[in-house]
T-cell receptor, first 115, second 115 residues
């Protein structure tokens, strides 16, 4: 069994461009989370899915951000019209509904640099 | 609201010294879970321990030990006989049943172990 995977691992883009990240959770994990981590800070929650339903979105998720999980498996996070302030590590995590401890398994992250 | 505070931004020790990382949390939930994660320079979050709010037993795992005290809302982490490989950023995190499933992280403590 592989862990959570994220692609790409690094992305450099120019301000104003759109970017899309992909997360593949641990198979049979029905919950999937996105977090953002800026330099010197802990990860901050962005959004989470249970199967294909997006159940919660943080106020951090502006209109330029959209996340999908179309078939309840992988998820994508798109940022439109990127800004320098979007530069961060974007972390994906997954967990199982059967795990009452809420333990989340994290992927390696996608590091975004907006120039 | 939920909050995690890691007051120590950075700690430097010499190899073989013991070091304690502090974590104080706030939550209104009576059922919650506390976690410690390690983030080495590669960036991936590595799970270290989980503790639920009903289990105040301290835990030891090799050179690692954790002290959970509900009376002071603290969940401190001690590394005994530190090693250079322990150098990393350590995050304390909280998830409460009344606040959905999102993890709330502290800002992290950078641990530098010098040889």
């Amino acid at each position: 069994d592989t862990g959570v995977s994220q692609n790409p691992r690094h992305k450099i883009t120019k301000r104003g461009q759109n970017v899309t990240f992909r997360c593949d959770p641990i198979s049979e994990h029905n919950r999937l989370y996105w977090y953002r981590q800026t330099l010197g800070q802990g990860p901050e929650f962005l959004t989470y899915f249970q199967n294909e339903a997006q159940l919660e979105k943080s106020r951090l998720l502006s209109d330029r951000f959209s996340a999908e999980r179309p078939k309840g498996s992988f998820s994508t996070l798109e940022i439109q019209r990127t800004e320098q302030g979007d530069s961060a590590m974007y972390l994906c995590a997954s967990s199982s509904l059967r795990d009452s401890s809420y333990e989340q398994y994290f992927g390696p992250g996608t590091r975004l640099t907006v120039t | 609201a939920q909050k995690v505070t890691q007051a120590q931004t950075e700690i430097s020790v010499v190899e073989k010294e013991d070091v304690t990382l502090d974590c104080v949390y706030e939550t209104r939930d009576t059922t919650y879970y506390l976690f410690w994660y390690k983030q080495p320079p590669s960036g991936e979050l590595v799970f270290l321990i989980r503790r639920n709010s009903f289990d105040e037993q301290n835990e030891i795992s090799g050179r690692y030990s954790w002290n959970f005290q509900k009376s002071t809302s603290s969940f401190n982490f001690t590394i005994t006989a530190s090693q250079v490989v322990d150098s990393a950023v350590y995050f304390c995190a909280l998830v409460g049943r009344g606040y959905g499933n999102k993890l709330v992280f502290g800002a992290g403590t950078i641990l530098r172990v010098k040889s």
